[in-house]
């Protein structure tokens, strides 16, 4: 006698999630502002160019190095102090590369320009901007301090490139030539020897961008998802910031002192 088997209901396998990686990385394929590509061309002015910097120097240049070390006091694993500590000391001193701070190296850059330092070292910042820092400031003091390294070492440091940058496919110009491509100094008049800061980034970036993600994907266990989260918010918090600048560059007044300098 045959015996008739009733068919047996099957459940669907759910997608698997995709790794921590995979979702910074797609986070980070998003760290492009369409206003980019005007910094990259001539026509800004001077006043425009201060506006840009300022927001760039204030909020998150100058006191990177003070960022990374709240990061640093919450007593995160030796590796992690170690990591810490050397990106801090690169920051704050340049002794690793040229000698000379990497917030100093921004300032030689704007000397270049023949910027006045006054305009970049204080003046307003859009809502955004204030915003964006606020962000970045809760962020640097809170627990636990994984979540703060993705969001500084990844996010703030890394690129739109990142994901390029980690698969070694990246291709990028000679130092020399990179140099002398720079918007900076092809289309502004900075001299050469006054981009110093692409030198110090070429010096040790690799092993930076190398560290971040080591910290990070080994110390997540449990807070992937705060993780993600976090970093998701600095992408938005970002973009606007971006938004708020392009929008005092272009409400900037001509200073005609400064134009002519």
């Known amino acids: 006698m045959r015996v008739m088997l009733s068919a047996v209901p099957t459940r669907s396998t759910p997608p698997l999630k995709p790794s921590l990686q995979e979702q910074l990385l797609a986070i980070m394929d998003r760290k492009h502002h369409p206003a980019w590509p005007r910094f990259t061309e001539p026509g800004l002015t001077k ?9 760039e120097y204030l909020t998150y240049v100058r006191d990177f190095p003070v960022l ?3 990061l640093l006091g919450q007593s995160p694993p030796s590796d992690v102090r170690a990591a810490l500590a050397e990106n801090i000391f690169e920051e704050q001193t340049g002794k690793l590369s040229l000698g000379v701070s990497h917030p100093e190296l921004f300032l030689e850059m704007i000397d270049g320009l023949q910027i006045p330092r006054s305009s970049i070292e204080r003046g307003p910042l859009t809502p955004e901007a204030v ?25 703030v440091e890394g690129s739109v490139h990142e994901r390029a940058e980690l698969s070694g496919t990246r291709e990028v110009l000679p130092v020399d030539e990179a140099v002398f491509a720079h918007p ?15 030198r110090a980034h070429r010096a040790v970036e690799s092993g930076h961008r190398k560290d971040a993600w080591q910290m990070v994907s080994t110390h997540a266990q449990g807070h992937e998802n705060v993780i993600v989260r976090a970093v998701s918010q600095a992408l938005q918090a970002w973009l606007k910031y971006r938004d708020g600048v392009v929008r005092a560059m272009d409400a900037a007044p001509v200073n005609v002192s400064i134009v002519a300098a």
């Open 68 to 70: 990374l070390a709240r």
């Open 47 to 55: 006043e425009q160019l201060a506006v840009h910097f300022r927001h």
């Open 131 to 155: 915003a964006y820092r606020a962000f970045l400031d809760e962020v640097s003091f809170s627990t636990p301090w994984v979540v703060g390294a993705a969001v500084l070492t990844i996010f």
């Open 184 to 198: 900076m100094v092809k289309h502004y008049g900075c001299p050469p020897e006054k981009l110093r800061l692409i």
